[in-house]
């Protein structure tokens, strides 16, 4: 099982910055990849950002020159740095783990989510 715990979130003015923490509890299991998604009120959820265990990073084109995604291997937590936010970024910001199990079986586990709220 794993348990991702989520912290960082808040309300910001427009042109602020706030940095995403996520950091997951693994037993038997090896995480390939981290990413943060957002679901803002009526919207599907959609991708922030990834990142793999070797370091390459994903970003939505919305989030691209504003975002940073970063990754800690050895206390598997993941971190956003979001800078210039803009009120469109209000949404509740999940994290989320991709792996294996030792038996290779694959897993995709969910934080709980953090809201991020970005006021004009």
């Known amino acids: 099982q794993v348990q991702l715990v989520e912290s960082g979130g808040g309300l910001v003015q427009a042109g602020g910055s706030l940095r995403l923490s996520c950091a997951a509890s693994?037993?038997?299991?090896?995480?390939?990849?981290m990413g943060w998604y957002r679901q803002a009120p009526g919207a599907q959820r959609e991708l922030v950002a990834d990142i793999t265990s070797n370091g390459n990073t994903d970003y939505a084109d919305s989030v691209k020159g504003r975002f940073t995604i970063s990754r800690d291997n050895a206390k598997n937590t993941v971190y956003l740095q979001m800078n210039s936010l803009k009120p469109e970024d209000t949404a509740v910001y999940y994290c989320?783990?991709?792996?294996?199990?030792?038996?290779?079986?694959?897993?995709?586990?969910w934080g709980q989510g953090t809201q991020v709220t970005v006021s004009s």
């Open positions: 693994t037993r038997s299991f090896t995480i390939d990849a």
């Open positions: 989320n783990a991709r792996g294996k199990y030792s038996d290779f079986a694959p897993g995709l586990y």
